[in-house]
């Protein structure tokens, strides 16, 4: 079993930046991918970053791409989420996975940990 927890989020305001992180504990030699998605009020849960733990392979949702960062510290565990320039349709719950990935990074049904998710608030 992998177990992962998030933390990190919040509320901001338009324009403002968080940094997500989530840090993997148990088994995590069993995943050989890490990502981040989020599902917003009435919305489905939806793509949003994507990383391989060797760091080779980096996968983006359109909407995030020049805002968003995801980065790794292998020693520590740890995937990070930095946030930039974020705007009120950013406002989610993000929830950190980590599985084998499959060949696109962006398909939920390839990871098969999941961390409670954290609640990101982007008022205008």
């Known amino acids: 079993q992998v177990q992962l927890v998030e933390s990190g989020g919040g509320l901001v305001q338009a324009g403002g930046s968080l940094r997500l992180s989530c840090r993997a504990s148990?088994?995590?030699?069993?995943?050989?991918?890490m990502g981040w998605f989020r599902r917003a009020p009435g919305k489905e849960r939806d793509f949003v970053a994507a990383?391989?733990?060797?760091?080779?392979?980096?996968s983006y949702a359109d909407s995030v791409k020049g805002r968003f960062t995801i980065s790794r510290d292998n020693a520590k565990n740890t995937v990070y989420l930095q946030m930039n320039s974020l705007k009120p349709e950013d406002t989610a719950v993000y929830y950190c996975?980590?599985?084998?990935?499959?060949?696109?990074?962006?398909?939920?049904?390839?990871?098969?940990?999941w961390g409670q998710g954290t609640q990101v608030t982007v008022s205008s």
């Open positions: 996975a980590g599985g084998a990935g499959g060949y696109t990074l962006t398909d939920e049904s390839d990871y098969a940990y």
């Open positions: 148990g088994r995590t030699f069993s995943t050989s991918a």
């Open positions: 990383m391989t733990w060797g760091g080779g392979r980096t």
